[in-house]
């Protein structure tokens, strides 16, 4: 590399860079290293070295080895993985649908999308609590017309909304991104060529829009796996997430060191997987232009 | 394309009929609440699922809450600085990631992945730790104390959100140039342009929609944030979600759906504004626009 | 092909405009509080004196030449009436300024980390204690504050602080069974109707407890006899395992509106706090409160100084003020929650007053013998492990 295009490497990466490392290296660090102290009593740590809370995390609660722990882990894992899959049957489409838009109005498009989320989140979510409530809004309007109560609310189908509900425009960002850019001439040709729609789509389509959709399923799948706002809210509180885990620990339970160290694993379990997926990317990544 | 009455045509009209409805569908899924909280920000009644009459009171109570009036300007912003900040920074380190080789980018990789997988409140608690030992140290350097000391405030706040936002908007924008043509950057300085020409007037433009998609992400995150806002935060410097936060504890009053329709608001005149600011540059510029680029 | 790319650059510095011009208008309608965001981590920010200079401040003022120019208040969510803060800065030309945290633990951190800038904090009972054993508290000059004397002997001297050196209490209430007449006419009396999962199933899914670990493993601990604070692991196991039976038919575990649930009939049963069922009553007269007779908890919020508040003075003359009688009772008829200020209680809202009697709030001596503190220490952390094991099961 020329001393000039190092010059402009170094421009380039230095600030994103040094933010990062000071403004969330650092801190980090920091977690990594509480997980290993001992807990103070009232919160905080005591600098003495402990890995009792690594110990915790992988034992028998009531002799049980799958452990509670790793039960809401899975469950937060399998939370997350449902609301990508819906996430993206509803998002692709809707994505899709807006790259072939004309160029001017496909902003105003992907601002649409995007309002909803411009109120707080919180209350969009009591929305529709409100809306699937026993007595809300649904349920009013059932009743009025001569129907049942259908109760929706407190249960997973209502967690499930609320998730895809708040991860949607994470979805189809990254896949507009994508999808934008493909070369629609390509398309056209394989037409040409006599293939027929299904068949362009899978073979032209979905090969070069991957990068898109890895990008959404990674921008949705991580949040939701913290999530803990709406289970709490739609599902009545009753099925603890990883979220509602970590909270308590750094909350009521004041156990910084157990939640740093619940927090470190599921960061290395998260990280696996996103090197993973970078693997995979970088090997076909070149095909794909 | 010609209208052959092929299987692949007839798939083609489903298929536009299929994207048709499934868009529909998502508005109306996206936009239901939306449109029951702006309603019941105008009903006459503190609870129930049913109308009772139309007022306009609770936008008053909250126009007089000098509470909801600081904690708004507080979220926009915090939003708007630590966006712009965060996209900058955001779109230079895509650059380097995707233009440039450099040793250990593999680990760089995935380093920017990890504001995306961090808990919320690992990063509140391990930011609060740190800029406690910061600040704490800085006030002890300089001498100050009291009222005069440092403390955090907006500034930490904005800090935090440029650095989770930082690897959002890297994300979407590498999306977007991962899958542009180095050739036609090539091309660009074959023909005698240097980095910065290349850059601004051949990448940019074709990475804008990448670069406006990582950007309108980051605004999201940062006004909707709570957790990290709340453990980086201090005196005076509340912001809409926690305000929400607190009041919804009370009685989810219709005070706060008329906060949010306000805030709402404002987003739509945004739309409007950059809608008619788009038309009137394609109606300036008179050379075609290929229809699906 | 023509690109344009200037139009979404000036679109972004269209809409920058747009909003700095809209927050510029939300400023000049609340400048004090704007000045205060813009200079929170700069060093020069506003010296602490400036106090007005004018000798015709009333007398609960205190000395004008030490009280500062504003005061940082950290307390729950709607604790605290508006006028009131605006009532003190009027008279005393003190701007107060309040930010909400929603748990005892978040203002632990907060304070734990130091230099949090607060002159005032509202930490409940156990609270206190973690962080007087912490140093993370101000000894409280009485001189300062006379009307102390106002506060019934009675909640004075707790188990927290007993000598009140650094706590006086703000608001108090109780925990109990708050249900629904329509749905229980003969009311309720034990907190079997909750647990017991033959009574609480006639109400599936209309039933909620509190989502606090603390509050529902120790209900759950009185209706098995033992104690709100038992650490014994066979009773926590007991506990959990009556938790879960109850689980299937709750709608769920609600500590921030079940007041709104109750109210609007949501929910026909809830473990509440006797504040949040005021509320409730308030707009539903349906709703009524009940301590059971195995039990329940009483707690206490207490108005407390950081030990390194920036304005320890005026923090001490806003608490005098707030245990005035007349300012004591503007409190509780905006919180709904019980004043511990004896001089206040004449002149509280009468209706408010009797709405509490009516809904079976009010606490006599019989009632008071069967409340128990939440207490913490070191073995208390078996709770959160049984919490885990009922939410995660």
Known sequence: MTQRRKALLAFLLGPGAGWLLLFFLLPGALVIVYSILTRKDGGGVLWIVDFSSYVKLFSPTDGAVINDFMVIFARSLW???????????????????????????????????????????????????FILNNNGL???????????????INTPTAVLIGLVYGSLPFMVLPLYASIEKLDFDLVEAAQDLGANYLGVFRRIILPL??????????????????????????????VAMLGNLLAQQFGPALNWPFGSAISVIFMLLLMSAVVFYLRSENRDGEAGL | MNERQTPGNRFLRWGKRLLWANMIFSFLFLYLPIVILVAFSFNDSKLGARWVGFTTQWYVSMAQSEAILTAMENSLIVAFVSTIIATILGTMTAMAMERFRFPFQRTYDGILYLPVIIPDIVMAVSLLAFFSLLLGGANDLLGLSGNAALRPGLVTVIIAHVAFNISFVAIVVRTS????????????????????????????????????????????????????????????????????????????????????????????????????????????????????? | ????????????????????????????????????????????????????????????????????????????????????MAQFEEACGVKVTQDIYSSNEDLIAKLQAGNSGYDLVIPSDYAVQILINADLLHPLDMANIPNVANIDPNLMGMYYDPENVYSIPYQWGTTGIAYNVTAYPDGVDSWAAIFDPAQVCEQKGFASMLDDERESIGATLKYLGYS?????????AQARDTLLAQKECLAGYNSDNYNQTLASE????????????????????????????????????NMTIPADAPNIYTAEIFINYLLSPEIGAQLSNYTYYFTPNLAAQPLLDPDYHALLESGGMLVDDAVRARLEWIKRDESSIIFSDTWTAVKAR
Not at chain 3, 33 to 49: G, I, K, L, M, V
């Open chain 1, 79 to 129: 939370w997350a993985a449902l609301t990508s899959f819906v996430c993206l049957l509803i998002g692709y489409p809707l994505a899709y649908f807006i790259a072939l838009q004309p160029a001017h109005v496909r902003s105003t498009y992907l601002f649409l999308v995007l309002i909803p989320f411009w109120t707080n989140f919180l209350v969009r979510t009591y929305a529709w609590k």
């Open chain 1, 138 to 152: 649904l349920n009013t309007l059932l009743q009025d017309w001569g129907f049942e109560r259908i109760a929706i």
């Open chain 1, 209 to 238: 829009t991957a990068p898109g959709i890895g990008a959404g399923i990674v921008l949705v799948f991580i949040p939701v796996t913290g999530q803990y706002i709406v289970p709490t809210i739609l599902g009545g509180g009753k």
């Open chain 2, 177 to 293: 140039l991962g899958e542009l043509d180095p050739g036609l950057e090539e091309a660009a300085q074959d023909l005698g342009a240097n980095e910065w020409t290349t850059f601004r007037r051949v990448t940019l433009p074709l990475i804008m929609p990448g670069i406006l998609g990582g950007a309108l992400l980051a605004f999201t995150l940062s006004l909707d944030d709570f957790v990290i806002t709340f453990f980086t935060t201090g005196p005076g410097g509340t912001t809409l979600p926690i305000e929400v936060f607190g009041r919804i504890r009370r009685a989810i009053s219709p005070e706060i759906n008329a906060i949010s329709t306000v805030m709402l608001l404002v987003s739509m005149i945004l739309v409007i504004v950059s809608q008619l600011v788009q038309r009137r540059t394609v109606a300036l510029s008179s050379s075609p626009v290929k229809e699906s680029q």
């Open chain 3, 1 to 84: 092909m023509k690109i344009h790319p200037a139009s979404p650059l000036r679109l972004l510095i269209l809409s920058l405009f747009l909003i700095l011009i809209l927050a510029a208008c939300a400023s000049t309608t609340s400048a004090p509080a704007a000045s205060d965001n813009e200079s929170t981590a700069a060093p020069a920010a506003p010296p602490a004196q400036s106090a007005p200079a004018t000798d015709a401040l009333p007398e609960f003022c205190g000395d004008a030449s030490q009280l500062a120019a504003e005061l940082h208040f950290f307390n729950w969510a709607d604790y605290m009436d508006e006028d009131i």
């Open chain 3, 228 to 236: 709100y604070n038992d650490t014994d692991p066979d009773h926590q």
């Open chain 3, 266 to 301: 949501e929910v026909m049963i809830a473990h509440a706090w006797s504040g949040g069922t005021a509320l409730a009553r308030s707009e539903n007269e349906n709703v009524k409160f009940v301590i059971p007779k195995e039990g329940g908890t009483i707690w206490m919020d």
